[in-house]
């Protein structure tokens, strides 16, 4: 009880008293797409409209210095600067990164880093996300009994976990609230929804089936609705000046490949990114997190493929390696319902408080991929 008082107590301490107690070299804030339109590929997280988003932006403009990713890469290089500087970033590289984030952030005249998965340029393949989200827009307009009926036909139901009850502000972990399906009260429909929020790649040809069963024809949905970027804007958003950076070939989970495949889901994906855009820096996004992959694993890829850029986590405040930015979701989840409150938040978390020295040393072993 007194401990949960402390942590209400130390959420509600303002930014301007954090960023003075806990300087940062970076604060790096990743959003995935912003649309006040209905987005049926993007129901696995609560997309920001340009309202609000426009509102997050006056906010970082009143209250920090924006910094463009070379900035930060110089920063990075020669170390010791802690003023607090944003970089803003968007991961996956859906189209409205070209059709309605650039041209705000233009009028606003701040700079960002796209990150791309590489092997939906195009509209190449089918994001597993995209059709696990189509699903869910499926599944919500069934009754409970009929989706539990084709999970169990398709085999299912011994795959149906029943998810985390605690709530927490992890995209990975807290699936269900992220989404904002955490209010469903039947454990059969929270099992499934967990599921398809959950799915990994092991798994596509299981979400095939039941999309085929749901009526969900995700590749003829990729083709009409062009959801991903193209080589042609993404040459455009390097044009006007941003940064174009990498997120994997194939968005799988790095911990989970052999670590040859890891290499090349992280080269491969930069030397793309390279090609087309004429980078000599390519900036990589790890797949939903990389808190648990070998830094020292990380220098070697860097030290040898010059191009590989800094590296962007989902670990929050924290600091790490020179080389790896960590960042915070811009998406509300959990309780914070402002950018201000996600940043307080993220200051509140004891893992933002410890400042390495710089320069230093990759870290010990840890986990390879």
Known sequence: MIRGAAASLLRCAPVALWRRLFPKSALGVCYHLVSDAEV???RHYSALGTAAFEADLAHLRRSFRCISYDELARRRDGGGVRDNAVVLTFDDGFAECATVVAPILRRHGVGGVFFVITDLIDNAAVFRETEASLCLEAVARLPTERVWAIMCELGLEGRLQAPPDQAGSDMVRAPLEVAGLDGRRDPRLRAALHWLLTVDAA???LLRQLAGRLGVDAEAYVRKARPYLTAQQIRQL??????????SRSHRRLQDLPPEEAEQEIVESCRVIRDLTGQASVPFAFPYFGGDIDRAWLAGLRKKHDFIGL????????EDEPFVVQRVFGERIGRARTLDGILRQAWASPAAWFLPAWP???SGPLPNP
């Open 311 to 318: 590296f962007f986590d989902t670990g929050g405040l924290r």
């Open 40 to 42: 049926p590929h993007v």
């Open 203 to 205: 798994e596509a040809g």
């Open 238 to 247: 390097h044009a006007q000046g941003f940064t174009i950076g990498a997120h």
């Open 360 to 362: 230093r040393p990759a």
